[in-house]
């Protein structure tokens, strides 16, 4: 059985790995990932909005969502949430053919704050180059409107 670190090594070309940490503890980020009102706020680039058809986060379960972008261009979604261990682990597999590739959000305890590693595995190499152009920035701005809403949660929690 391999470790994290041998099976990085093996797809670094394939991944798109983005991290940060936010003031927040554990239980409250992994919330704003599991309640579809919330997640509906801040998922995607700064711009986009999001229409959610299914949000059933259980293993299994499906999420299909159309993103709207700020140029009027709709993105539809498919995914299937393959693992979820509350509060420390999302996977979820990105099913539409254009872009087919897997999430892992994992979620660690820093006491009142959290540590988000967000890795994006591509079936190839091409693939993740492709879109590393834009997804990288755009995962920066995903984290920055997540904050967002962590800080509104956060005011009605007062």
Not at 27 to 48: I, Q
Not at 111 to 121: A, D, E, P, Q, V
Not at 135 to 146: G, M, P, T
Request: charged share 30%; glycine share 4%.
């Amino acid at each position: 059985m391999s470790n994290e670190n041998e099976l990085n090594d093996a797809s670094a070309d394939r991944e798109i790995v983005s991290k940060r940490i936010f003031n927040f503890p554990r239980l409250f980020v992994f919330k704003a990932w599991e309640e579809p009102e919330l997640l509906v706020n801040w998922w995607g680039p700064n711009g986009f909005t999001n229409t959610f058809h299914e949000f059933d986060f259980r293993e299994t379960g499906n999420w299909n969502f159309t993103m709207h972008g700020p140029d009027g261009a709709n993105y539809h979604n498919k995914s299937s949430f393959t693992k979820i261990i509350k509060p420390e682990l999302i996977i979820f597999e990105h099913l539409m053919p254009m872009h087919k590739f897997q999430v892992r959000a994992s979620f660690e305890d820093l006491g009142n704050k959290t540590r988000l590693i967000f890795r994006m595995l591509f079936e190839t190499a091409d693939e993740c180059e492709r879109v590393k152009i834009y997804v990288v920035d755009a995962n920066e701005q995903n984290f920055d409107r997540l904050e967002t809403v962590l800080y509104k949660m956060g005011e009605t929690v007062k």
